[in-house]
């Protein structure tokens, strides 16, 4: 038997994918979006939108919700469990769940004649999790700096300078603002080690892709800096689950699975990643050489390292790559959610926007250029207030959906130049790769042909092949089987393309510049 289950728990949604390792084949898949099979939580694209002054959280008794649904509406389409040989996953990086002592022996005894959500609900000492695109952290950044030494040791220690949006700002400011309900938490998971746990009826580590993610932990020693750690906040060290390979196996899985769903008691689970470490995998660029732009939520750019460079402005992080050594990665926050702002404003669908991005305006908009910020960025750190153009006047809608997307593109190929990598083709993957419009843009704006893989999300998909590997199957064999890119589904840049993008990146940074000042 060959069959692994693979599950990425995202911003907008929860995925699963089955994949058969010996055929080569996707047997079965399947996805609950947040927003629209869950409306009763009131978070359209997967968090309460209403938080003020950069706090943005969601609720972790969806995400349980939305794990019984996938996998109570997958058995109804007929999937058979049993045949499941291991189970992995991927987790929304940096986002925390703060629980209770008890959470390990709840775990161990849920009942299968009852759900998730209404077994562990209890077990929160805090209602709400705040995800990575929280910016409300800055003051908890600027203390954890300071009382190691400042940024750059942060920094050479943790791969990233402290970041508002990781997890040991967003504990510190927990035990600074509600120190009773930090006190009362015993364990303190990531959305990647909180359903590992689940799925192995015990506590389980966090693995070296999303443990890089918190500012936390030693990026050369693998393990929690005890500096960071203290300077974080309080006894923080004794509520943190250890550190592990990403390849570490975690038991069988738990029985709520097996009396529930059919799994076998016999299907190994295999410890959960981040998403971005999974999605490396699933691209097939586990090894350096390939650099992969993911067009989710948010917009990254990662690439695997043969020795951890870090980031001199600061934007930039080192993980750990699940299949051993490292792997950077630049975090756009103004990703699908810049891009759906313009769909929305002119009322357009996905196919309009691809076609009026790519036949009625010239390439470079006739240098009319957008700092494309609807949210704070992160990469830059500013905050426009909303989108902000060069020239006055109200620009068509034509113009700005060339605008939103040379603005995206122009500003990740200026803020990735510190990799020092000259990609010879881009590998692009997330729900809005299959836009050929964005593609294009992409592959003209960094000089380089654009890729796509035969099979949809790689987040996914290399959640389920570290399942694979996990259990000791051959990384190399799974990325030849799955990690292939699609024939036909290239896009070429257009000639002449990047010459003009080339001339057109001093006046760009010149413009975030201003804005900056201003
Ligand atoms: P995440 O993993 O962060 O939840 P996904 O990778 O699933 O995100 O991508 C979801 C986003 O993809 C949506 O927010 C949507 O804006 C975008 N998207 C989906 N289809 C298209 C398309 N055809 N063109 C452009 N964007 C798209
Ligand atoms: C990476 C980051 C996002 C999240 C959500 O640092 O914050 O890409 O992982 O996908």
Same mark, same amino acid.
């Given at each position: 038997m060959s069959?692994?289950?693979g599950l990425?728990?995202?911003?907008?949604?929860?995925?699963?994918?089955?994949?058969?390792t010996?055929?080569?084949?996707?047997?079965?898949?399947?996805s609950?979006? +947040?927003?629209?099979d869950?409306?009763q939580?009131?978070q359209p694209h997967?968090y309460?939108?209403?938080g003020?002054?950069g706090?943005?959280?969601?609720n972790?008794?969806?995400?349980?919700e939305?794990?019984?649904l996938?996998?109570?509406?997958?058995?109804?389409?007929?999937?058979?469990?049993?045949n499941?040989?291991?189970?992995?996953?991927?987790g929304?990086?940096?986002?925390?769940?703060?629980?209770?002592?008890c959470?390990?022996e709840?775990?161990a005894s849920l009942s299968?004649s009852?759900?998730?959500?209404?077994?562990?609900?209890?077990c929160?000492t805090?209602?709400?999790?705040? $995800?990575w695109?929280?910016?409300?952290?800055?003051?908890?950044?600027?203390?954890i700096?300071?009382a190691?030494?400042?940024?750059q040791?942060?920094?050479?220690e943790?791969g990233?300078?402290?970041?508002e949006r990781f997890?040991?700002?967003? $504990?510190?400011?927990?035990a600074?603002?509600?120190p009773?309900?930090y006190?009362q938490t015993?364990? $303190?998971h990531l959305?990647? &080690? +909180?359903?590992?746990s689940i799925f &192995?009826?015990?506590n389980?580590?966090?693995?070296?892709?999303?443990g890089a993610?918190?500012?936390?932990?030693?990026?050369?020693?693998?393990d929690?800096?005890r500096d960071l750690?203290k300077? /974080?906040?309080?006894?923080?060290?004794?509520?943190?689950?250890?550190?592990?390979?990403?390849a /570490?196996?975690s038991?069988a899985?738990?029985s709520y699975?097996?009396?529930?769903f059919?799994f076998?008691?016999?299907?190994?689970?295999?410890?959960w990643s981040?998403?971005?470490?999974?999605?490396?995998?699933?691209?097939?660029?586990?090894?350096?050489?390939?650099?992969?732009?993911?067009?989710?939520t948010?917009d990254?750019l990662?690439?695997a390292?043969?020795?951890p460079?870090?980031?001199?402005?600061?934007?930039? @992080?080192? +993980?750990?790559n699940?299949?051993?050594?490292?792997m950077?990665?630049i975090?756009f926050?103004?990703?699908?959610?810049?891009?759906?702002?313009?769909?929305?404003q002119f009322?357009?669908?996905w196919?309009?926007?691809?076609k009026?991005?790519l036949?009625?305006?010239?390439i470079g908009?006739?240098?009319?250029m957008?700092l494309p910020?609807?949210?704070?960025?992160?990469?830059p750190?500013?905050?426009?207030?909303g989108p902000?153009?060069?020239e006055?006047?109200?620009?068509?809608?034509?113009?700005t959906?060339?605008?939103? %997307?040379?603005?995206?593109?122009?500003n990740?190929?200026? @803020?990735?130049a510190?990799?020092?990598?000259?990609?010879?083709?881009?590998?692009?993957?997330g729900g809005? &790769?299959?836009n050929?419009?964005?593609?294009q843009?992409?592959?003209n704006?960094?000089g380089v042909?654009?890729?796509?893989?035969d099979?949809?999300?790689?987040a /996914?998909?290399?959640?389920? %092949?570290r399942?694979?590997?996990?259990?000791?199957?051959?990384l190399?064999?799974?990325?030849?089987?799955f990690?292939?890119p699609?024939?036909?589904?290239n $896009?070429?840049?257009?000639?002449?393309?990047?010459?003009?993008y080339?001339?057109?990146m001093?006046?760009?940074?010149?413009?975030?510049k201003?804005?900056?000042? &201003?």
């Amino acid at each position: 038997m060959s069959l692994v289950l693979g599950l990425d728990s995202s911003t907008q949604s929860l995925s699963a994918v089955i994949l058969d390792t010996e055929k080569g084949i996707v047997v079965a898949d399947d996805s609950v979006n +947040f927003g629209k099979d869950l409306p009763q939580y009131g978070q359209p694209h997967g968090y309460d939108e209403s938080g003020a002054r950069g706090r943005v959280h969601s609720n972790p008794l969806m995400w349980l919700e939305a794990l019984d649904l996938l996998l109570s509406r997958m058995t109804k389409n007929g999937v058979d469990f049993s045949n499941i040989i291991a189970v992995s996953g991927s987790g929304q990086q940096h986002g925390s769940i703060y629980l209770r002592s008890c959470f390990g022996e709840k775990l161990a005894s849920l009942s299968a004649s009852s759900d998730l959500k209404g077994q562990l609900a209890g077990c929160l000492t805090r209602q709400s999790s705040p $995800i990575w695109m929280d910016s409300s952290t800055s003051e908890e950044c600027a203390e954890i700096a300071t009382a190691v030494g400042g940024n750059q040791v942060v920094c050479s220690e943790s791969g990233s300078v402290a970041v508002e949006r990781f997890t040991g700002p967003q $504990i510190r400011k927990f035990a600074k603002t509600e120190p009773d309900a930090y006190a009362q938490t015993g364990v $303190i998971h990531l959305v990647s &080690s +909180f359903f590992a746990s689940i799925f &192995s009826g015990k506590n389980v580590a966090i693995d070296h892709g999303d443990g890089a993610g918190m500012n936390l932990m030693n990026l050369a020693g693998k393990d929690w800096d005890r500096d960071l750690v203290k300077a /974080t906040a309080d006894g923080l060290l004794e509520k943190l689950p250890p550190c592990a390979p990403s390849a /570490t196996k975690s038991g069988a899985v738990s029985s709520y699975f097996v009396e529930k769903f059919g799994f076998s008691p016999t299907c190994e689970t295999v410890i959960w990643s981040g998403d971005n470490p999974c999605s490396l995998i699933g691209m097939g660029a586990a090894s350096p050489g390939k650099v992969v732009i993911s067009l989710g939520t948010s917009d990254t750019l990662f690439a695997a390292m043969s020795e951890p460079r870090t980031d001199p402005n600061g934007f930039g @992080h080192v +993980f750990g790559n699940p299949a051993g050594g490292y792997m950077s990665l630049i975090c756009f926050k103004n990703g699908s959610l810049a891009r759906e702002a313009v769909k929305e404003q002119f009322g357009l669908d996905w196919s309009a926007f691809e076609k009026e991005a790519l036949s009625t305006t010239p390439i470079g908009n006739e240098g009319l250029m957008m700092l494309p910020f609807y949210e704070p960025e992160i990469t830059p750190a500013i905050d426009t207030g909303g989108p902000v153009f060069s020239e006055p006047g109200e620009p068509s809608s034509e113009q700005t959906v060339r605008a939103v %997307m040379e603005g995206q593109f122009l500003n990740m190929r200026a @803020h990735s130049a510190w990799l020092g990598v000259d990609p010879e083709r881009i590998y692009i993957t997330g729900g809005a &790769s299959e836009n050929d419009g964005i593609a294009q843009i992409i592959a003209n704006v960094f000089g380089v042909p654009v890729d796509r893989l035969d099979v949809p999300g790689s987040a /996914t998909i290399g959640a389920a %092949m570290r399942a694979a590997h996990g259990i000791g199957k051959d990384l190399a064999d799974l990325e030849s089987k799955f990690s292939q890119p699609k024939e036909g589904r290239n $896009i070429e840049p257009e000639e002449g393309a990047k010459e003009i993008y080339d001339g057109m990146m001093a006046s760009f940074l010149d413009f975030i510049k201003e804005q900056k000042n &201003s």
